[in-house]
Nanobody
Framework: QLQLVESGGGLVEPGGSLRLSCVLS????????IGWFRQAPGKEREGVSC???????????YYVDSVKGRFTISRDDAKNTVYLQMNNLEPEDTGVYFC???????????????????WGEGTQVTVSS
């Protein structure tokens, strides 16, 4: 049974950095695109970034405008792990961060949450001074 486990969240000051990890177990990561989503208190879950499956070439990556230039998504299929490097964090980045699967491709943008198949439980990120 496929499972996703996120880790790496925590409390960080504005301008700081965190690296989130998403480990997939139960199946191989190779065939899945992985998306990162976040949900702030009282707000709907929103997409942050997505990375295509490897598919024999470099995986394409996608970001929402609010994180472009600050966040970097990457994957290591040998470790069944996807990462989200978050730099220059802002208070608005606070929320629970989730990773989720989609077959093969993100479809050229960060997918809506309804397009994703499997979800992790999330990891809390708090950006505050």
């Amino acid at each position: 049974q496929l499972q996703l486990v996120e880790s790496g969240g925590g409390l960080v000051e504005p301008g700081g950095s965190l690296r989130l990890s998403c480990v997939l177990s139960g199946e191989t990561l190779n065939f899945y695109a992985i998306g990162w989503f976040r949900q702030a208190p009282g707000k709907e879950r929103e997409g942050v970034s997505c990375i295509d499956s490897v598919g024999g070439s470099d995986s394409s990556t996608y970001y929402v405008d609010s994180v472009k230039g600050r966040f970097t998504i990457s994957r290591d299929d040998a470790k069944n792990t996807v990462y989200l490097q978050m730099n220059n964090l802002e208070p608005e980045d606070t929320g629970v961060y989730f990773c989720a699967t989609k077959m093969y491709y993100c479809s050229n943008y960060v997918p809506p949450s309804g397009a994703m198949i499997n979800w992790g439980e999330g990891t809390q990120v708090t950006v505050s001074s």
